[in-house]
């Protein structure tokens, strides 16, 4: 899910560490594909359907929202993607 | 005196099964030691010492701490008097709270990362030995890194409240530690905000680096390679092994190091970093990179900075 990027949803480590694709699973199913860091989805999250959307893996048709994202840093032409 | 060079990185992994795999037969070292905790120990061949990375279980990615070698017990003794009077408190561990390793100095950078110094670790030579020694070994796997050469931390950075981690590890890593800056970035309006720093205590031009972001991590630990067309075997045996790589081959302005970027299994990013770039020393000027040439400072040949960069980090 997190490779969809159309979908808006950040890709970041793809292993479950860096927390970027955080995502809210509002109705569907999903199952659990590896371990995601408790440092951004704890125990009670994850009973919330809160996840790393590069940990799971849909088994039926879902509705999400974006919880992570990509972060601005010190300066925008810097940390933006456009500078030269 | 003082410090020599980066000993280990202790990390956390979330799959050690999966971690081994990667560290083994993608970067290519050895476990040399597993201890009743369930940590592992692993050596590149080019390491003389027992071991550089420590794995250690856990349910979350990240940096426990990273450790420096400082050349005489005695340094250690001068290093704490020094950084008290900084104002840091340390504790000395007593021998063997690591294995193999002697007294340990711990204590917290500004930037929060726990940070340790030892004089002593058990060494088991090389893999090639030290009489009449080839130049690699037969049994090399995956990149077949040579040693673990530097780790880069991410500080807190908060222009708004004043907050400049980088700066602040900076000036102590020079006035305490007594290692010397090679590179920066400086952005803000007249450069006055210090985005990154790369430092060395030896020749190489950095032995730790720090770049500013909104709260602390680990961004990689690097191993170094040879050559070019070891960076790109590096890039053949990730993409055999389905490696999450991050930034394919490429070379950084900063430090003139070719470079692979890539995340091991449980999302910690790591490079394999070849070309020693230049000889670093002490009375060498400070290269300065400038706002708007910063993304060409990081990524040379594109100029291009993902925000990913400073976003995705354990």
């Known amino acids: 899910m997190a490779r969809i990027g159309k979908k808006g949803i950040p890709a970041g480590c793809l292993n479950g560490g860096c927390g970027v694709c955080k995502v809210v699973i509002r109705c569907g199913t999903v199952r659990k594909a ?7 989805i704890s125990e009670e999250e994850e009973t919330q359907g809160i996840v790393l959307a590069c940990r799971v893996m849909p088994v039926s048709a879902i509705d999400l929202d974006v919880i992570g994202k990509m ?11 456009n500078a030269v | ?87 840091i408190k340390t504790e000395m561990l007593e021998a063997e709270s690591l294995p ?48 673990l050469d530097h780790v880069l931390l991410m500080c807190e950075m908060n222009p708004e409240k004043g907050i400049n981690k980088v700066a602040d590890n900076t000036r102590f890593f020079i006035e305490v530690l007594g290692f010397f800056q090679t ?9 006055a905000i210090q985005l990154a720093s790369f430092l060395s205590c030896s020749s190489k031009p950095h032995d730790i680096a720090f770049v500013g972001g909104d709260r602390p991590g680990m961004h990689h630990l690097s191993f170094f390679l040879d050559s070019w067309h070891d960076i790109l075997k590096a890039g ?10 991050d930034v394919a081959p490429t070379r950084h302005g900063v430090t003139r190091g070719e470079t692979i970027y890539f995340f091991d299994p449980s999302g910690n990013r790591n490079e394999t970093f070849a070309g020693l770039g230049y000889q670093a020393q002490r009375d060498k000027p400070i290269i300065t990179w400038t706002e708007e040439q910063a993304a060409r400072g990081i990524f040379y040949h594109t100029g291009v900075l993902d925000e990913s960069f400073t976003t995705v980090y354990t």
Request: proline share 3%; charged share 25%; aromatic share 8%.
């Open chain 2, 183 to 191: 590179e920066q970035i400086l952005v803000g309006p007249g450069g």
């Open chain 2, 100 to 147: 193999f390793v002697g007294r340990m100095l711990q204590f917290v950078l500004p930037s929060g990362h726990d940070m340790r110094l030892y004089a002593k670790k058990e060494c088991v030579g090389t893999d090639v030995g030290s009489t009449n020694p080839d130049p690699w070994p037969d049994d090399l796997r995956g990149a077949g890194a040579h040693w």
């Open chain 2, 236 to 245: 053949d045996i990730m993409a055999k092994n389905r490696t999450r790589i």
């Open chain 1, 34 to 40: 590896g371990a995601m860091s408790r440092a951004h």
């Open chain 2, 1 to 87: 005196m003082g410090v020599m060079r980066i000993g280990h990185v202790n990390i956390r992994v979330m799959d050690m099964e999966a971690a081994l795999k990667h560290y083994q037969n993608v970067v290519g070292m050895k476990t040399t030691h597993k201890d009743a905790k369930g940590n592992v120990y692993l050596k590149c061949w080019d390491e003389w010492d027992k071991y550089s990375l420590v794995l250690t279980p856990s349910e979350q990615a990240g940096m426990n701490h990273v450790a420096y070698k400082v050349e005489k017990e005695a340094d250690l003794d001068m290093l704490k008097q020094r950084i008290e009077a900084y104002g």
């Open chain 1, 71 to 81: 972060k601005k840093a010190v300066t925008r032409t810097l940390w933006g993607g």
